[in-house]
């Protein structure tokens, strides 16, 4: 398997501008995990999706974001507008189950630099 | 609510000396405990885990955990490291309290000098 896959790894825009972040995760897993990493605010969890249901997106930071799963093999992250404190690595996980024996799988992460 | 302490942000270490990176954790029902390690450009990889039995833990590269409730201690171990082991190291944990939400730390860079 090619473990989850996300894109694109780097991403430059301005302040304003409309950003999304994709993720396809690995093939069977139920749980899908978005993450921000910043060096102020460490890892962060911003929502999850069970079956392509957002069940938690309580550490969504504000309504400029949202995520959707549309299928169990994609997923968008989108910011709009993106301000330049949204600066940070993206990260999305997937899991075969939501419970704590489940490992996550990381993709390798979108950085995003918004000027 | 749980949090998770890393004491020491920066680990700098010699190449094949002893090392342990330490969390401690605040919780006060039943946790599980995970390390994760974080190459650079990379996403975060599972080194191990503690779900309950046996506490002390062993993962992969050689890397080994002690979970002491007790101290609320989930400090990760390796006797000898390499060059290789050279990373980022992220404690984290989840309670069912916490609807399975995996709350990490803030990182330890370990850095290992030839």
């Known amino acids: 398997d090619a473990g989850v896959i996300q894109s694109p790894r780097h991403e430059v825009t301005e302040m304003g501008q409309e950003v999304t972040l994709r993720c396809k995760p690995i093939?069977?897993?139920?749980?899908l995990f978005w993450y921000r990493q910043t060096m102020m605010r460490g890892l962060e969890l911003l929502i999850y999706?069970?079956?392509?249901?957002?069940?938690?997106d309580s550490g969504m930071p504000e309504d400029r974001f949202s995520a959707k799963m549309p299928n169990a093999s994609f997923s968008t992250l989108k910011i709009q507008p993106s301000e330049p404190r949204d600066s940070a690595v993206y990260f999305c996980?997937?899991?075969?189950?939501?419970?704590?024996?489940?490992?996550?799988?990381f993709g390798p992460g979108t950085r995003l630099t918004v000027l | 609510a749980q949090s998770v302490t890393q004491l020491d942000s920066q680990v700098p270490v010699f190449e094949e000396a002893p090392v342990e990176l330490r969390c401690n954790y605040s919780?006060?029902?039943?946790?599980?405990l995970f390390w994760y390690v974080q190459y650079p450009n990379q996403g975060l990889q599972l080194l191990l885990k503690?779900?309950?039995?046996?506490?002390l833990v062993k993962g992969i590269n050689g890397f080994e955990a002690e979970f002491n409730k007790s101290q609320t201690s989930f400090h990760l171990r390796k006797p000898s490291v390499h060059i290789s082991d050279t990373a980022e190291y992220f404690c984290?944990?989840?309670?069912?309290?916490?609807?399975?939400?995996?709350?990490f730390g803030a990182g330890t860079r370990l850095f290992v000098k030839a």
């Open positions: 996980a997937s899991s075969l189950a939501g419970g704590p024996a489940d490992t996550q799988y």
């Open positions: 093939s069977g897993h139920d749980y």
């Open positions: 999706f069970n079956n392509n249901v957002p069940i938690d």
């Open positions: 919780s006060s029902v039943s946790v599980y």
């Open positions: 503690y779900l309950s039995g046996s506490t």
């Open positions: 984290a944990v989840i309670t069912e309290t916490g609807g399975f939400k995996t709350i």
